[in-house]
C-alpha cells in the first residue's frame, strides 16, 4: 500500500464482543448468514428453540462487524444494520465492534474485502481443509492494519458506497434489460406462430417412442443411447453417456439415429431454462433412441422441419403441453404432443417465419453475449475501486 498512513492492531480499535443467548425451545429465532466476497447477510427461515437444541448462538447487533470464521478468507465479512436487530448468528460467527473515536466500521466492512483486507484475513486463517479454514482470532486481532484519520476514513467509505450504489445500479438495470428482451423474443415468437388451428400436430407428424435398452447392456464402448440426460436445449449433450456394444445395435434399426433429427425429452420435457428439444448433428452419431424421448418424424412434405423446431421450443408448445406428475416425474407422452392444436402455413410462409426468427435470436444471442461482457467489466469494477481506496488513490 502506498498511502502513508498509520498502521495498528485490530485490537486496539475492534472490540470482540460475544453476546450468547440463552434458547428458550418455546420461542422462535431468526439467524443469519454471511456471504462471501463482501456480499452482505442474509437471513434464514426462523427455526424453533427446541430446533436449535443446545446449538451455541449469539445476538446480532446493528453496527456489528461480523465475520464468519470460517470463510473470513474468501471475504465473509458484512456490517450489521437495523435489519438484524434481534438476529442470532451460530459459534461460527465472529462480531466485533470499533472504537467509535478511532475508526468506522464501514471502512472496515470494505477494507475486508480489499485485496489488502482479505490477505489479512488469509494470513489470519491457516490450514488447508478445502475451503474451511477457520480464523484464528488471536492472530486476526494481533494483525495491524492501516487506520487513516477519521475524517479520511469517512471520505472513503462515503466515496466507495456512492460508487457500489451505482454500480449496482447499472447492475439491476442491466437485469432488467435482460428479462425485457427475453420477454420481447418470446412474444415475437408467439406472435411469428399461427394460434388457431382445426387440425393437430399428429395430422402431419407423428412422435416415435424410443425403445427401452436393459441398464444391464450397459458398456462403457460402443453405440451411444439419446437419453432425457442428453437432451439440451437445441442440442444433445453428452456428459452423461450410456452405451450398448455394437454388435448388439443391428437389431435396433428403426432407433437408429439421423442427422437433422428432432428429439423432445418426454420426461420433464420443461425445466427452468426452457424446453429441452434437440437437434441431433453429425456429430452426435452413431446414436440409437432410447425410451422416454420422442422422435419427429413427418408425415408428408407439408411441415417444414425448421418450421416445427421453431414451435416446439416456442411459447405456443410450452403453454400447450400439461406435464402433470406419473410417479413423481413430470412426463408428456407422444400422443399428447399428436393431440396439440396445429395448422402450419404454406411453405414459403414456414421458410419466410423461419428466416425471420433466426434473425431475431441472433440479435438477441449478440445482446447478451454484450450484457454478459459489460456483467464481467461490472463485477470486476468495485474490487479494483477498493484496490485504489486503501491505497490512498481514490
Known amino acids: 500500500m502506498s498511502a502513508d498512513w498509520p498502521r495498528v492492531p485490530l485490537g486496539e480499535v475492534l472490540?470482540?464482543?460475544r453476546r450468547w443467548v440463552k434458547v428458550e425451545p418455546t420461542e422462535?429465532?431468526?439467524?443469519?448468514?454471511v456471504r462471501c466476497f463482501g456480499n452482505g447477510i442474509f437471513h434464514k427461515d426462523p427455526i424453533s428453540g427446541q430446533s436449535l437444541g443446545d446449538k451455541r448462538v449469539l445476538e446480532i447487533h446493528p453496527g456489528d462487524l461480523v465475520l464468519n470464521n470460517v470463510f473470513a478468507w474468501e471475504g465473509a465479512v458484512a456490517l450489521a444494520g437495523p435489519g438484524e436487530a434481534?438476529?442470532?448468528?451460530?459459534?461460527?460467527?465472529?462480531?466485533?465492534?470499533?472504537?467509535?473515536?478511532?475508526?468506522?466500521a464501514a471502512y472496515f466492512r470494505w477494507f475486508f474485502v480489499s485485496e489488502f483486507g482479505l490477505e489479512v484475513l488469509q494470513k489470519a486463517s491457516p490450514g488447508s481443509a478445502g475451503r474451511n479454514r477457520t480464523l484464528n482470532l488471536d492472530q486476526f486481532l494481533a494483525s495491524t492494519v492501516p487506520l487513516p484519520p477519521l475524517a479520511e476514513q469517512r471520505r472513503i467509505v462515503e466515496r466507495v458506497e456512492a460508487i457500489a450504489a451505482r454500480i449496482a445500479e447499472a447492475k439491476r438495470l442491466r437485469d432488467e434489460a435482460n428479462g425485457e428482451v427475453g420477454q420481447l423474443i418470446a412474444?415475437?415468437?408467439?406472435?411469428?406462430?399461427?394460434?388457431?388451428?382445426?387440425?393437430?400436430?399428429?395430422d402431419f407428424i407423428k412422435i416415435q417412442n424410443g425403445y427401452a435398452f436393459q441398464s444391464?447392456?450397459?458398456?462403457?464402448?460402443?453405440?451411444?443411447l439419446a437419453r432425457n440426460v442428453n437432451v439440451g436445449h437445441g442440442a444433445l449433450h453428452w456428459l452423461e453417456v450410456a452405451r450398448i456394444p455394437e454388435a448388439m445395435a443391428a437389431p435396433f434399426e428403426r432407433f437408429v439415429l439421423s442427422e437433422g433429427d428432432i428429439l423432445i425429452s418426454l420426461d420433464r420435457p420443461l425445466i427452468t431454462s426452457g424446453v429441452k428439444v434437440a437437434k441431433v448433428r453429425s456429430a452426435d452419431l452413431p446414436a440409437l433412441l432410447l425410451q422416454r424421448v420422442g422422435r419427429v418424424q413427418f408425415r408428408d412434405g407439408a411441415v417444414?422441419?425448421?418450421?416445427?423446431?421453431?414451435?416446439?421450443?416456442?411459447?405456443?408448445f410450452i403453454n400447450a403441453i400439461d406435464p402433470g406428475r406419473s410417479n413423481g416425474v413430470p412426463h408428456i407422452s407422444s400422443k399428447d404432443i399428436e393431440r396439440l392444436p396445429f395448422k402450419p402455413p404454406p411453405l414459403?410462409?414456414?421458410?419466410?417465419?423461419?428466416a425471420h426468427l433466426d434473425a431475431l435470436q441472433a440479435k438477441?444471442?449478440?445482446?447478451?453475449?454484450?450484457?454478459?461482457?459489460?456483467?464481467?467489466?461490472l463485477d470486476a469494477l468495485l474490487p479494483s475501486v477498493l484496490n485504489r481506496a486503501f491505497a490512498g488513490e481514490l
Open 28 to 33: 422462535s429465532y431468526n439467524e443469519i448468514g
Open 364 to 377: 438477441a444471442d449478440a445482446l447478451r453475449t454484450l450484457q454478459t461482457e459489460t456483467a464481467a467489466e
Open 187 to 202: 412474444g415475437l415468437w408467439a406472435a411469428a406462430l399461427p394460434s388457431e388451428a382445426d387440425s393437430c400436430v399428429g
Open 348 to 354: 414459403p410462409e414456414q421458410r419466410r417465419i423461419v
Open 216 to 224: 444391464e447392456w450397459f458398456t462403457d464402448e460402443g453405440v451411444r
Open 15 to 17: 472490540k470482540l464482543q
Open 304 to 316: 417444414c422441419p425448421d418450421y416445427f423446431f421453431a414451435w416446439l421450443r416456442s411459447p405456443r
Open 86 to 104: 434481534g438476529k442470532i448468528g451460530s459459534h461460527r460467527f465472529v462480531t466485533c465492534t470499533p472504537d467509535t473515536k478511532r475508526c468506522v
